[in-house]
């Protein structure tokens, strides 16, 4: 009967065993010719450039910076609702968030996009308003729980040195507690702006113009004119290009953060 | 402020958080220029006392008097009366994300509204009162503990206090680093700054205290100079806590 690590050693090998046949079998069923011709066509794929940078990329990005700017501003807003010791604020912000963040994005873009205007007969404003305002909607959501908590994870005797100096509840908050618990939550925020990044995705219900078109519409548009799947491959690319770092700069954050409290 | 009057003066205070009443009816004046040290086993209520004094913790019951004025009510500018009262804290709680320039003038600018230059020359002359002019730019995760509290300490001076109110200042150092600081807390005694410590520095009270307070239960149990208290207590619970402290 071999023993528990040998055991252990031939489970390991079979598993290496059975992923190097799985890798193998792939390679030689797959149809790499086909693959080629309709994922990874050069011409189309250098056709896409610069637009697909100058235009695409760069209103997927537009609007990921109001969402989230906007985001922030009603998260923060929201997490002091959340905390006020006034009932109705804590209830009003606590429906805002339980109704946003149990909706679909596309609901919420939708709504703002053509309900709104309708309902209330009027127009959010600017280019990038609509689209910007509803995803702000959504990301303040979300934000506002992980502000709220970054805000109590402020040690209370912050709050107590700051008002024993004589400094109002406000300004203890602004000055003190509020920027510590920003950089508590660093690593959420940004992951919490990746999830919005992603969400410009949705934009496309609200009709796009050659102005606004985001990434995501202008590679499926690209693939019906194309009939090739290449422009989705490219877009997946670019996608990937702005995300990775931003998780890499995450995992950096959280590290810098364990060794900040740990040499605290 | 009239030599008669007291610089603090509790009447009939009480405190309950919950079901659980923590001060039964405190007495205590402390008059200006007096070093008073609150001692007792833990749960006697001596820091919620403390706390109360600047209402960190509102009193249930009582009155709170800072030089004759009743500091209790709704209507009092309780933000100006706390720079009038510097504390200290067990856990120093220095603001982590300032500089210790920025810790000791944040409040100088916003709350008393002094210039910045005006602020950092008093950061400094305080700084250099405790002993640590070289760290003023330093961040506070920089320093030992002994150092933050100095610059505690500092932060609190720097508002020209009246009165100064110590909870536990040195329970939290490592024993080497307690010296440090109570010699900067005897420094300021000797100043003559009006005082109240809760301390369980039994030969600091002693050396240094005009009074020694010892509570226990929620309720002042005896009260007195030093030598008389820590030397020959009057009360039964006062020796057996003594007792219980020196034997180590």
Not at chain 1, 181 to 199: C, G, H, M, S, Y
Request: overall charge positive.
């Amino acid at each position: 009967m071999p023993s528990s690590r040998q055991r252990a050693r031939l489970v390991r090998f079979g598993v290496y065993a059975a992923t190097l046949l799985g890798l193998g079998w792939l390679a030689i069923a797959t149809d790499w010719a086909r693959l080629q011709a309709n994922f990874f066509d050069p011409g189309i794929f250098w056709d896409l450039f610069p637009e697909i940078l100058t235009r695409a990329a760069r209103n997927t990005l537009i609007f990921t910076a109001f969402g989230f700017t906007g985001g922030l501003a009603i998260g923060l807003a929201l997490a002091l609702m959340r905390l006020s010791p006034v009932a109705p604020y804590r209830w009003a912000a606590a429906a805002y968030i339980e109704v946003f963040r149990g909706l679909p994005a596309l609901i919420t873009i939708v709504l703002i996009g053509f309900v709104l205007p309708i309902a209330l007969q009027v127009r959010v404003p600017g280019t990038y308003g609509p689209g910007s305002l509803a995803l702000a909607i959504v990301t303040g959501a979300y934000l506002a729980e992980t502000i709220r908590a970054g805000i109590e994870a402020v040690p209370k005797g912050q709050m107590e040195a700051a008002r024993s100096l004589g400094m109002t509840h406000s300004q203890a908050m602004t000055s003190i507690i509020i920027p510590q618990a920003f950089r508590i939550i660093l690593p959420p925020l940004t992951n919490e702006l990746v999830l919005l990044l992603k969400d410009t995705s949705l934009l496309f219900v609200l009709g796009t113009t050659d102005q606004t078109i985001e990434l995501a519409k202008f590679g499926r548009d690209a693939v019906a004119e194309t009939f090739n799947g290449t422009p989705l491959v490219a877009v997946a690319l670019v996608y990937l290009a702005i995300t990775l770092p931003l998780t890499r700069a995450v995992a950096w954050l959280e590290r810098r953060q364990k060794r900040a409290t740990r040499d605290a | 402020m009239g030599p008669d009057r007291a610089a603090i003066e509790l009447i009939a205070l009480e405190k309950r958080f919950g079901h659980i009443q923590v001060l039964r009816g405190i007495d205590l004046a402390v008059t200006a220029g007096e070093v008073v040290c609150l001692i007792g086993p833990s749960g006697s209520g001596k820091s919620t006392l403390l706390r109360c004094v600047n209402r960190l913790e509102e009193p249930t019951a009582g009155r709170i008097l800072i030089d004759g004025e009743d500091i209790g009510g709704s209507e009092c500018d309780l933000d100006r009366v706390r720079t009038r009262i510097g504390m200290v804290f067990q856990h120093f709680n220095l603001f982590p994300h300032l500089t210790v320039l920025e810790n000791l003038t944040i409040a100088q600018c916003k709350v008393l509204k002094r210039s910045r230059v005006t602020a950092e020359e008093k950061a400094r002359t305080v700084l250099t009162r405790v002993g640590l002019l070289e760290k003023i730019h330093d961040y506070p995760s920089r320093l030992s503990g002994g150092q933050q509290q100095r610059v505690a300490i500092a932060r609190a001076l720097a508002m020209d206090p009246e009165m100064m109110l110590f909870d536990e200042a040195t329970s939290a150092l490592d024993p080497e680093l307690v010296g440090e600081v109570l010699g900067v807390m005897r420094a300021l005694a000797e100043d003559g700054m009006t005082m109240m410590v809760v301390t369980h520095e039994m030969g600091f009270a002693r050396r240094v205290a005009d009074r020694v307070v010892f509570m226990d239960a929620g309720v002042i149990v005896e009260k007195g100079p030093p030598d008389q208290i820590l030397g020959s207590p009057q009360q039964e619970r006062t020796r057996r806590f003594l007792q219980r402290v020196t034997d180590r």
